[in-house]
């Protein structure tokens, strides 16, 4: 869909794969100034890769890429 994304620093990889795909803004609190000065960069127009948006989505949460990931998990545990 290409939708902008808000999160706030610190949670997992989010920033990462948000900065890497230029996929929306990360703040740094998770407060209503942050987050109201966000939508108000989203509202103006800030421009995102709407494409990148999409293939971070993909990339980082479909659902093959969680099945892999439980399948690998499962495979290194049954080989312990």
């Known amino acids: 869909m290409g939708i902008p994304l808000i999160t706030n620093s610190?949670?997992?990889d989010v920033e990462n794969i948000?900065?890497?795909y230029n996929s929306g803004i990360v703040i740094p609190?998770?407060?209503e100034q942050e987050f109201e000065a966000a939508t108000v960069q989203?509202?103006?127009g800030k421009?995102?890769?709407r494409a990148g948006i999409r293939n971070?989505?993909?990339d980082f949460y479909s659902l093959d890429?969680?099945?892999e990931k439980y399948i690998g998990i499962y495979n290194s545990i049954l080989k312990q």
């Open 65 to 67: 890429k969680a099945v």
């Open 56 to 58: 971070g989505a993909i």
């Open 18 to 20: 948000i900065n890497r």
């Open 29 to 31: 609190e998770f407060n």
């Open 47 to 49: 421009i995102f890769d």
């Open 42 to 44: 989203i509202a103006a």
């Open 10 to 12: 610190g949670v997992g």
